[in-house]
Nanobody
C-alpha cells in the first residue's frame, strides 16, 4: 500500500501564502504522477497541480502563476506553494499519486482564506 500524508493547511488572509506538503510512504511507485486537488465547500473535487516524474508541471488557469508544485525525491515529498491566495481558494486540499496501476489519496488538509 501507499500512504500519503498532507500537512501545512490553515487559515490565512487574502493575499497571503501557504505551503502544503505531502509525504509518501509505503511501497515504491515507479514514475509516479503526483497531483494536488481541492474540493471547495459544496463543490466537486478539482485538479490544482500535477507533476510528472520527468518534471513536467501543469496547472489550471485558476491557479496558474500563483501556485507551484515541486518535489523532493530524497524525502518522498511533494509540495504545493500557494501565493496570492484568494477566498475562492478555500477548500480541502488532497494529495494524489498515480502509479503501479492505481490512484492513491491522502486524507486532505483544510485551507481557509479570509477576505
Amino acid at each position: 500500500q501507499v500512504q500519503l500524508a498532507e500537512s501545512g493547511g490553515g487559515l490565512v488572509q487574502a493575499g497571503g501564502s501557504l505551503r502544503l506538503s505531502c509525504v509518501r510512504s509505503g511501497i515504491a511507485i515507479n514514475d509516479p504522477i503526483m497531483g494536488w486537488y481541492r474540493q471547495p465547500p459544496g463543490k466537486q473535487r478539482e485538479l490544482v497541480a500535477i507533476l510528472t516524474s520527468s518534471g513536467y508541471a501543469n496547472y489550471p488557469d485558476s491557479v496558474k502563476g500563483r501556485f507551484t508544485i515541486s518535489s523532493d525525491n530524497a524525502r518522498n515529498t511533494v509540495y504545493l506553494q500557494m501565493n496570492s491566495l484568494k477566498p475562492e481558494d478555500t477548500a480541502v486540499y488532497y494529495c494524489n499519486a498515480v502509479g503501479n496501476g492505481r490512484s492513491y489519496w491522502g486524507q486532505g488538509t483544510q485551507v481557509t482564506v479570509s477576505s
